[in-house]
Every structure is written in structure tokens, then in C-alpha cells.
């Protein structure tokens, strides 16, 4: 067990499951022993960043796009979607085979990461 670490504030995906947050909450509570939880989705936590409670929140993320109406501080989980293919994970990939098409963009990947950072490094 690791020593009292304070309350905790966690954002999380308006996409996580009711059983993942049990789950993070009993690993913070039993493990971690934390002495107080707050659990908040992403959309909303945005907008209170910039002051509003109701708007369309756009999450880019490497995996995915989310969408996710906020109404008065409450996520609209009925229109929310998730579009796994327009992450940027996926726009690198094909910004990745269209470079490699053209000649001259060929071996542009391994000459960038000779000099340092390399797939799988960080700078």
C-alpha cells in the first residue's frame, strides 16, 4: 500500500464504461489510499475551462475523434460518437503513404530519425 496521497480529481472519457471508473476508483481508494475521489467527464471539465456549461465538445485524440453535446454541464450521451478512423494515429498513416509515393519524399521518415528521435522515442 502506498502512503495517504491526498484527494484526487480524475477527467475521464465520456466513452469509459460504468465498471472501468468502479474499477480505477477502487484501485485509487485501496492502493493508493487516497483520502477523497472526484470523477468528472472531459466535456464538460472543457467548457468549465472557458466558462460555459452547455456546447459541442471536439476531442482529437491520437486514437480517435470524440464528439460529445454538453447540456447545462451534463454530457448528452445519446448523441455522442466516437470515429476511431479520423484519430491521428490514422491521418499520420496516410500522411505516411502519401509522402512515400513520391520520390523525393523517400526515406524522409529514417533520415529524420537518424539524427535523434526515432519511432518509439521521445525528444
Known amino acids: 500500500e502506498i502512503g495517504d ?7 475521464d472519457s465520456p466513452f469509459s464504461t460504468r465498471q472501468q471508473r468502479e474499477e480505477m476508483a477502487q484501485v485509487l481508494f485501496e492502493k493508493f489510499n487516497v483520502a477523497g475521489l472526484f470523477m468528472a467527464e472531459s466535456g ?3 467548457l ?6 452547455s456546447g459541442l465538445v471536439i476531442d482529437l485524440g491520437h486514437t480517435g475523434v470524440g464528439v460529445s453535446p454538453v447540456i447545462e454541464g451534463q454530457t448528452h450521451h445519446p448523441g455522442a ?3 476511431k478512423e479520423l484519430g491521428g494515429a490514422a491521418h499520420c498513416e496516410r500522411l505516411r503513404g502519401l509522402l512515400g509515393a513520391r520520390p523525393e519524399c523517400r526515406g524522409w521518415e529514417e533520415r529524420q530519425w537518424r539524427g535523434g528521435a526515432g519511432p518509439g522515442r521521445r525528444h
Request: with cysteine.
Open 48 to 53: 468549465y475551462s472557458v466558462g460555459k456549461t
Open 81 to 83: 460518437c466516437l470515429l
Open 5 to 11: 496521497e491526498g484527494a484526487v480529481m480524475v477527467v
Open 44 to 46: 464538460p471539465m472543457s
